[in-house]
């Protein structure tokens, strides 16, 4: 059964660094996500992606981020100086449609820990 | 701005019972509900998905309902097993495919 990847699983960095995150959605969906969750809080919405544009935002996503569907495959998520507080597992999430009308499929989860 | 609680926030219960978990939402319109299984330290697996004009959903043990007028959707699981144990998440959907989650219920079913 096709699903949604995600590269690193752990990812360690020093505070003022840049960090991607790597995803690839399942291959025939149109709509892609990233989520975070901080530990022991919600799983949290930061953007939507559809058709080479950000959909939607949430306002935890500021300019320090950045996403990118770089090729055919790849959907990425960078961080440009990473703060204490980005430590979260991140998720990406694809669509085959709309996310109000169909299942979005959600991938492993990238930990991320800004030291 | 929408607001997701489930309720227990925790349960723990013998192997074999019949269980309820409740979500409840503040904004009404939402255009589907997803219901979400999170195992420690791992990513979230879609159990169910309620469009809003649907009352029900199944998925073997699983049924999920939805009464979305009065912003309220349960996750019934039936026969639970000890596999059951994990946290369960809803996620209504905004018009634009934003999820937006509760906190989730952890269960563990015990042998």
């Known amino acids: 059964e096709p699903e949604v990847t995600q590269t690193p699983s752990h990812q360690v960095t020093q505070m003022g660094q840049e960090v991607i995150l790597r995803c690839v959605p399942i291959s025939n969906h149109l709509y892609f996500y990233w989520y975070r969750q901080i530990l022991g809080q919600k799983v949290e919405f930061l953007v939507s992606f559809y058709n080479n544009e950000i959909s939607e935002k949430s306002e935890i996503f500021d300019d320090q981020f950045s996403v990118e569907r770089p090729d055919g495959s790849n959907f990425t998520l960078k ?12 998720f990406c999430a694809s669509s085959p449609g709309q996310g109000n009308r ?8 990238t930990r991320l820990l800004v030291l | 701005k929408q607001e997701v609680t489930q309720i227990p926030a925790a349960l723990s219960v013998p192997e074999g019972e019949n269980l309820v978990l409740n979500c409840s939402f503040t904004d009404s319109a939402i255009y589907n509900l997803q219901w979400f299984r999170q195992d420690p330290g791992k990513g979230l697996t879609s159990l169910l998905l309620i469009q809003s004009s649907q009352r029900e959903q199944t998925s073997g043990r699983l049924n999920a309902s939805l009464d979305k007028s009065s912003g309220r959707s349960t996750l ?3 026969a639970s097993q000890p596999g059951d144990s994990a946290t369960y998440l809803c996620a209504p959907s905004s018009n634009t495919g934003k999820l937006i989650f509760g906190q989730g219920t952890t269960l563990q079913v015990k042998p």
């Open chain 1, 102 to 109: 169909e299942t979005q499929y959600f991938g492993p989860g």
């Open chain 1, 79 to 90: 961080i440009r100086s990473t703060k204490l507080e980005d430590s979260a597992m991140y």
């Open chain 2, 76 to 78: 019934y699981i039936a």
